[in-house]
């Protein structure tokens, strides 16, 4: 059974830092390059960022580049955002996902909360 599960979200005050993790099982995950999302209300899904299956190369919206890093551990099957000086705009459900061609996986999702 496949399954993505982010973890890491709660309440944080504007200029602290957040580490979401999302941890993968059930498929071959060294595979699929691995995106994460942000949905706020009442807005679009967004890609916040995303890491090739090595992870040897990541892309960054540009509302986050330069405060946000993710990373990815093949072994563990475990991709990480590391979101520091979190802005009251990065506030939304953050949701990871799997890509491999058609084929793609989402998580649940962890919700993210700032504080001004």
């Known amino acids: 059974q496949v399954q993505l599960v982010e973890s890491g979200g709660g309440l944080v005050q504007a200029g602290d830092s957040l580490r979401l993790a999302c941890a993968a099982s059930?498929?071959?995950?060294?595979?699929?390059?691995m995106n994460w999302h942000r949905q706020a209300p009442g807005k679009e899904r967004e890609l916040v960022a995303a890491i090739t299956r090595a992870g040897d190369s990541t892309i960054y919206a540009d509302s986050v580049k330069g405060r946000f890093t993710m990373s990815r551990d093949n072994a563990e099957k475990i991709v990480h955002l590391q979101m520091n000086d979190v802005k009251p705009e990065d506030a939304a459900v953050y949701y990871c996902q799997a890509v491999n061609g058609l084929s793609k996986y989402w998580g649940q999702g962890t919700q993210v909360t700032v504080s001004s």
């Open positions: 059930g498929f071959d995950f060294s595979s699929y390059a």
